[in-house]
């Protein structure tokens, strides 16, 4: 199985401010045949499930402010919150499409400074 | 509008089963793969189950640790994504989500909550 650890566990930033969480796979998740990485992002508030931000490690989700950005290639990935704002306080998950199971990484929690 | 509404969980004891369903409303449901994605309790994401769609065949995909005693099954006639769970554990108490889709679930049902305990 793959295994996705993202780092940090737990993050605070104020508000305004940059975030950055971290992804990485613990083999390549690209796929050869489209030349994709096959990670997404999810954002998940308390209470609610979770929400698709990206795909294809760097494709935003319809809706998604652009504030939320995702890079990274192979096996390290990073999603960036330009400017934190207070409605982004929640846990984040990246996953790896690239082969079953679809493994998720243990989840970022993002608060506000 | 686009959604997707879980239900049929509740309380269970261990070795029982459940059936959860998950109805997809506005959007055509044949066309999409299908993911059932669980959330233990204070805990992280973990993927389940996926059901290809028409095209594929309806070709079925399990995580290692319910492979054997989960099911997942569509009628597409009934717009309707299904888990039949079997031989359940107290490691299977979660909340169970549908999610459309399996490169990137686009939307996500509220979830149903799956109870196992004597």
């Known amino acids: 199985d793959i295994v996705m650890t993202q780092s940090p566990d737990s993050l605070a930033v104020s508000l305004g401010e940059r975030a950055t969480i971290n992804c990485k796979s613990s083999q390549n998740v690209l796929f050869s045949s489209n030349n994709k990485n096959n990670l997404g992002w999810y954002q998940q508030k308390p209470g609610q499930p979770p929400k698709l931000l990206i795909y294809?490690?760097?494709i935003r989700a319809a809706g998604v402010p652009d504030r939320f950005s995702g890079s990274g290639s192979g096996t390290d990935f990073t999603l960036t919150i330009s400017s934190l704002q207070a409605e982004d306080v929640a846990v984040y998950y990246c996953?790896?499409?690239?082969?079953?199971?679809?493994?998720f990484g243990q989840g970022t929690k993002l608060e506000i400074k | 509008q686009v959604q997707l509404v879980e239900s049929g969980g509740g309380l269970v004891k261990p070795g029982g089963s459940l059936r959860l369903s998950c109805a997809a409303s506005?959007?055509?449901?044949?066309?999409?793969?299908m993911t059932w994605i669980r959330q233990a309790p204070g805990k992280g994401l973990e993927w389940v189950s996926y059901i290809t769609n028409s095209g594929g065949s309806g070709t079925t995909y399990y995580a290692d640790s319910v492979k054997g005693r989960f099911t997942i099954s569509r009628d597409n006639t009934k717009n309707s994504l299904y888990l039949q769970m079997d031989s359940l554990r107290a490691e299977d108490t979660a909340v169970y989500y549908c999610?459309?889709?399996?490169?990137?679930?686009?939307?996500w049902g509220q979830g149903t909550t799956v109870t196992v305990s004597s």
């Open positions: 294809w490690a760097s």
């Open positions: 999610g459309r889709g399996n490169w990137g679930l686009d939307v």
């Open positions: 506005g959007f055509t449901f044949s066309d999409h793969y």
């Open positions: 996953q790896q499409y690239c082969s079953t199971p679809y493994t």
